[in-house]
């Protein structure tokens, strides 16, 4: 060709890459950043996750202020975990 840009030799497909060369590093950066913003945000959003430390009676007390389980389920689902925490006292079938 008439012009050398000094990566490709002049040819436009040719060379080290080209312009197909540059478009997929372009799509290769873009993807890697895109990764690596979504795994951020994926690490560090805790909205509506438990985790292994929330005690048995912390996501009891969550799901009763959340609507989902009523008063009643609340005082049996209470009264199964302390029961089960007292190790003198035998599980009820």
């Known amino acids: 060709m008439w012009w050398n840009d000094g990566w490709s030799d002049g040819h436009m497909w040719g060379g080290y890459g080209g312009w197909w060369g540059m478009g ?32 048995p009676r912390a996501i009891l007390d969550r799901r009763l202020a959340a609507g989902e389980i ?7 689902a209470r009264r199964l975990i302390e029961n089960r ?9």
């Open 70 to 76: 009523s008063s009643e389920q609340y005082a049996e």
């Open 85 to 93: 925490a007292t190790p003198d006292v035998p599980a009820q079938p």
């Open 24 to 55: 997929l590093m372009a799509l290769f950066g873009a993807a890697l950043f895109v990764a690596l913003v979504w795994g951020v945000v994926r690490m560090t959003r805790s909205e509506g996750t438990t985790t292994v430390l929330d005690s």
